[in-house]
């Protein structure tokens, strides 16, 4: 039995993809959320829908251990239905408002692809229905047979991430695959539910393409696997182990947002000397490296740069006078040793 198939487009953008490729994509992912639903609307289907919970794209780079904006311990949190959401940040509504402006940078640099915004909020595997997607446009192409360079192969579709990253780790050189591993999962993910061959990571003005090929789709399927186990814990009221991200120590934070005076918790022995332990080693290595900075500041004076003897920058000297500033109010929750 063929399975079932739509077209991932808008009417209105399906029409220019058959006026240009003599017909338009199609895709058996299945659409979830029309193009226009509401953001409330879209936070919660992807959290959950009627056959159980459901993981985003980018949401399985976090239970992959790959997000620097969150962990496997605080999307299980976030996912439970009662739990209270961050409003979304100032950054995060720059980087929408921007995305057009990116993704038309693109289509210009990439006049053979039909650059468009997709014809649904949210998109499920056809099999793994716990897994979803919300890529910010599509790139229709379609590519000459291989043995036949006068005719075009059908359409295909390639997700479009566009990313107002203004650079940092993990980024290479415009061009190539070479982006950062959470934005790579991301991108893979959407590809995999769309049926894509490749995809697209936008940022600012420079293009990066990631393929969908035989390598990756090994890793996907170890990713499968984790998400599956992932969601198995949700469905289960299993939360994942304690790790060091940042976002599990918010989540912790707003799991116990207050401290009851003059009580105690019983640590096991194993935990307490771990703690002490951990925090020693900290001592000693913030104390080594404080010493060796300063060597290297004796030994660079006025120099802006420390070069090893390859000739490699190690170290950059910034002075600058510091502004006054006001913190802004919020919880501060720290964890001191209790002084003997």
């Not at 399975?3 to 006026?19: C, E, F, I, Q, S």
Request: hydrophobic letters at 40%; aromatic letters at 8%; glycine letters at 8%.
């Amino acid at each position: 039995m063929k399975a079932r198939t739509v077209v991932p487009l808008t009417n209105g953008d399906a029409k220019r993809a058959v006026a240009r490729f003599g017909r338009s994509p199609r895709t058996a992912a299945i659409p979830l959320l029309p193009p226009d639903a509401g953001e409330d609307v879209w936070l919660e289907a992807r959290r959950r829908g009627p056959d159980g919970y459901r993981v985003g794209a980018s949401e399985l780079a976090a239970v992959l251990g790959l997000s620097p904006h969150s962990s496997p311990f605080s999307l299980y949190w976030a996912k439970q239905p009662d739990w209270e959401r961050e409003p979304t940040g100032r950054r995060q509504r720059y980087g929408h408002a921007v995305e057009a402006g990116i993704a038309g940078l693109f289509a210009e640099d990439r006049p053979e692809l039909l650059v468009v915004r997709p014809g649904a909020a949210l998109w499920g595997h056809p099999v793994e229905q716990w897994l979803c997607c919300t890529p910010d446009f599509l790139a229709i192409a379609a590519y000459p047979y291989p043995d036949e360079p006068d005719v075009l192969a059908p359409p295909v579709i390639e997700p479009v991430e566009c990313k107002s990253d203004k650079g940092g780790r993990g980024w290479g050189k415009p061009g190539t695959d070479q982006v950062p591993a959470h934005h790579r999962v991301q991108l893979l993910v959407q590809c995999e539910i769309l049926g894509a061959p490749r995809g697209w990571l936008v940022r600012e003005e420079h293009a990066y393409r990631v393929e969908y090929d035989d390598a990756a789709r090994a890793e996907m399927a170890e990713w499968l696997a984790e998400g599956r186990a992932f969601v198995a814990g949700l469905e289960a009221g299993v939360p994942p182990d304690i790790d060091g991200h940042e976002a599990t120590s918010a989540t912790l934070t707003q799991l116990h947002p207050a401290v009851d005076e003059d009580t105690e918790e019983f640590l096991p022995a194993a935990l307490a000397a771990e703690f002490e332990d951990a925090l020693d080693a900290l001592a000693a290595a913030e104390a080594r490296a404080a010493e060796v900075k300063n060597r290297v500041r004796d030994r660079m004076g006025r120099a802006q740069y420390a070069v090893d003897p390859d000739g490699r920058r190690v170290a950059h000297r910034v002075v600058y006078k510091r502004r006054a500033y006001e913190v802004p109010a919020g919880i501060v929750d720290q964890l001191r040793r209790k002084q003997r």
